[in-house]
């Protein structure tokens, strides 16, 4: 990848998020940088997505996509992988001290444990990491998400984990503690929602003003207003809505 001048990181974030989406659904390229849209083409050609067309802006992954990072498919994949690794077991290990231990030798399992943990110790068939904030925070900046984090990690979580008492109790064989602080980090970076929206103001009468905010209040399209200053702010995709009422309600003369 880096040698074509595409990001590593980015390249096997996709394949991680690629492995959790859904089969038979079209996903949106639209945002996707130059160098993302020539992966997307060499992933076309390996057939882990299907796009009708090289500019069509929407695609679908394959079953194969849906597989890239699961365990058999990295066993396949290296020739170093004993027999013992291609059956369908879990490999990873989370302790309620926010290590992670992976039994495998799959560069490919490494590297997707690497989007998320700060890895610490590399033996043969063990890999050791951490759940730290910024290893999480990472993640969460290159578009992965807590819950496709913790999803990634009960899938293959080692056999061990799941006889575990509180884990039969439980919904989640992973320690309580580890998956709340992951959500936490998360949340951290999504105190601020953005919406879009329009700003209307410099309104001739406080009847005016009043009128267009409740109609656009009545159709759940204000986002904040200011009956002092006479100034709303309304969602974008409700701006041409609210402005053919305000052109009706001003050729009326009420």
């Known amino acids: ?15 991680f998020q690629l492995s959790f989406s859904t089969l038979g659904r079209d996903y949106s390229s639209e945002g996707m940088n130059s160098q993302m849209l020539t992966f997307l083409q060499h992933l076309r050609e390996f057939g882990l997505v299907f796009q009708r067309k090289r500019k069509e802006g929407r695609f679908y992954p394959t079953r ?3 597989n890239v990072t699961s365990k058999e498919a990295a066993a396949t994949a290296s020739v170093a992988m004993d027999e013992e690794a291609t059956q ?9 001290n926010y290590r992670v231990y992976a039994y495998t030798d799959s560069p490919l399992q490494v ?18 990491g951490v759940l730290t904030r910024d290893s999480v925070r990472q993640a969460l900046r290159g578009g992965i998400t807590a819950e496709q984090i913790v999803s990634y990690l009960e899938q293959y979580a080692h056999p061990n984990m ?5 884990a039969i109790q439980s919904k989640s064989c992973l320690p309580p503690t580890v998956v709340d602080q ?8 999504n105190r601020f929602t953005y919406t879009e929206g329009v700003v209307y103001n410099q309104f001739l009468s406080h009847t005016d003003f009043v009128t267009l905010r409740d109609y656009a ?3 759940h399209m204000l986002v904040w207003q200011n009956e002092r200053t006479r100034t709303m702010v309304v969602q974008k995709n409700g701006h041409d809505d609210v402005k053919r009422y305000w052109k009706k309600y001003s050729k009326s003369g009420v």
């Open 1 to 15: 990848c880096e040698e074509r001048g595409i990001s590593l990181p980015e390249c096997l974030s996709m394949l």
């Open 64 to 66: 194969l996509a849906l």
């Open 88 to 96: 369908d077991c879990g490999y990873i290990v989370v302790e309620t």
């Open 111 to 128: 590297a997707v444990l690497g989007l998320f943990t700060e890895l610490l110790y590399r033996f043969p068939n063990l890999v050791v």
């Open 162 to 166: 799941r006889l575990v008492e509180s």
């Open 182 to 189: 992951i959500k936490l980090w998360e949340l951290e970076r």
């Open 217 to 219: 209040q009545s159709i």
